[in-house]
């Protein structure tokens, strides 16, 4: 069983900045991808940034040049470091992985990350 713990999120006011870290622990194999979603009151949860096995990135536009995805991968830990953030990046934010040729998938049970005005 593989549980996925998030810590980090909070209150802060815009255009300040909180890092998201989620740990990994249990039956991993052949992890694949580590990433972070979040769903906003009343939206459909969506991809915020993924980072694959061999270090390749990805970041939703809307994030894109003030969130940075990362691992540690001897601790199967990701990080998010949040920039900038404004009060369009309210949500619950969930950590993700992928493992055994993206056959599995686990997520985390979020964390809120809420910024005022």
């Known amino acids: 069983q593989v549980q996925l713990v998030e810590s980090g999120g909070g209150l802060v006011q815009a255009g300040g900045s909180l890092r998201l870290s989620c740990a990994a622990s249990g039956s991993i194999f052949n992890i694949n991808a580590m990433g972070w979603y979040r769903q906003a009151p009343g939206k459909q949860r969506e991809l915020v940034a993924t980072i694959f096995r061999g270090g390749t990135t990805n970041y939703a536009v809307s994030v894109k040049g003030r969130f940075t995805i990362s691992r540690d991968n001897a601790k199967n830990t990701v990080y998010l470091q949040m920039n900038s953030l404004n009060p369009e990046d309210t949500a619950v934010y969930y950590c993700?992985?992928?493992?055994?040729?993206?056959?599995?998938?686990?997520w985390g049970q979020g964390t809120q990350v809420t910024v005022s005005s």
């Open positions: 993700n992985l992928r493992s055994d040729s993206f056959s599995r998938e686990y």
